[in-house]
């Protein structure tokens, strides 16, 4: 099956700085989300994005499909950003069964 | 308006107990999914319905039996209770391909078995 791979596994950042997550895919995909599990563990839609660029106040992703791979950056970080940060993917199952990365952990410093 | 609210959020129970966690969604999607979050906090899908249809039944003990009455509502029946249940159980609802397929969670359900 598909696999899913995040990096880096753990980011440790002082208020204000930016950060790059990513998101390696093995195959094609019909969809890939990013979500936002904050410390409260609610799981909060961020993108979806199975191809392109999209951006949301001082987040923004981008998937390059052809090359298999997705970025989640990040702005400007707030310690409200600290949490876990998962990208899933549906593969070509037509089933919307989604397989989810192992997650980056995210603390950010006050 | 909460869009996927499940019931309980907290469960503690005993070993050998029978449980149910409640799930229903308000945004008039076609399938919804259980998944279940281990200590790890991996998430892996366990079952999905489409129009009330069994369509993924991944590698799950037959102790676990979803329910789905009508396509707004997935409820998850637990038999038996082991300790390697305790978990977080999440619900979700999207569409099926073909639409936009965004999937949206619940506030998800701390089980602890004791």
């Known amino acids: 099956g598909i696999q899913v791979e995040q990096s880096p596994p753990d980011l440790i950042l002082q208020e204000g700085a930016n950060s790059t997550l990513r998101c390696n895919f093995s195959?094609?995909?019909?969809?890939l989300q990013w979500f936002h599990q904050n410390p409260w563990g609610q799981l909060i839609n961020l993108f979806y994005?199975?191809?392109g660029t999209k951006q949301n106040g001082r987040l923004s992703a981008t998937t390059v499909a052809t090359e298999r791979y997705s970025l989640l950056y990040i702005s400007s970080s707030q310690t409200t950003d600290s949490g876990v940060y998962f990208c899933?993917?549906?593969?070509?199952?037509?089933?919307?069964?989604?397989?989810f990365g192992q997650g980056t952990t995210l603390q950010v410093k006050p | 308006d909460t869009a996927v609210s499940q019931t309980p959020k907290y469960l503690v129970t005993q070993m050998g107990n029978d449980k149910s966690i409640k799930c229903e969604q308000n945004?008039?999607?076609?399938?919804m999914y259980w998944y279940k979050q281990d200590s790890k906090k991996f998430l892996k899908i366990m079952f999905s319905?489409?129009?009330?249809?069994?369509?993924i039944n991944e590698t799950v003990p037959n102790r676990f039996s979803p329910k789905s009455p009508d396509k707004a509502h997935l409820n998850l029946h637990i038999n038996s209770l082991e300790l390697g249940d305790s978990a977080v159980y999440f619900c979700?609802?999207?569409?099926?391909?073909?639409?936009?397929?965004?999937?949206?969670f619940g506030q998800g359900t701390r089980l602890t078995v004791v």
């Open positions: 319905y489409n129009n009330k249809e069994l369509i």
């Open positions: 945004l008039g999607h076609d399938t």
């Open positions: 994005i199975p191809s």
């Open positions: 195959d094609s995909v019909n969809n």
């Open positions: 899933a993917v549906d593969g070509s199952s037509n089933t919307g069964k989604l397989i």
């Open positions: 979700a609802s999207s569409w099926l391909p073909a639409m936009n397929t965004e999937a949206f």
